[in-house]
C-alpha cells in the first residue's frame, strides 16, 4: 500500500493578510494545524455539521486560534478561508 501524498495547501487573500500580521508563535501554530490538516483533513469537524452540501468546508481550533478550510479533493489541495486569532 502506498502512502498517500499530503494535500497542497493554499490561501485565500483575506487569510493570507491575516497570517502576515500573525506574532511568530501564532504563526508557528498556524503551520503545525496545517501541517496535520493536509496529512489528513477530514481528522477535523466539518465547519457545519447540518449543511449536507459542505462536507469538505472544515474547521479547527487550537487555543486562540481558528482557520476554515476547503478540501479540493480534485486537485488535492487545502483552500484556507479563514484565520482567527483572539490574541
Given amino acids: 500500500m ?7 495547501v493554499r490561501f485565500s ?5 491575516v ?9 508557528d501554530t498556524v503551520w503545525d494545524v496545517l501541517d496535520a ?3 489528513d483533513p ?5 465547519f457545519n ?3 449536507l452540501e459542505g462536507e469538505d468546508v472544515r474547521h479547527a481550533t487550537v ?7 476547503w478540501v479540493n479533493r ?5 483552500s484556507v478561508l479563514t484565520i482567527t486569532w483572539l490574541g
Fill in 49 to 51: 455539521a447540518d449543511d
Fill in 37 to 39: 490538516a493536509a496529512a
Fill in 13 to 17: 487573500a483575506p487569510a493570507a493578510k
Fill in 19 to 27: 497570517l502576515d500580521a500573525l506574532p511568530e508563535h501564532a504563526e
Fill in 42 to 46: 477530514w481528522g477535523f469537524p466539518q
Fill in 63 to 69: 487555543g486562540q486560534l481558528s482557520l476554515t478550510f
Fill in 74 to 78: 480534485s486537485l488535492h489541495h487545502l
Fill in 2 to 8: 502506498t502512502a498517500q501524498q499530503p494535500y497542497a
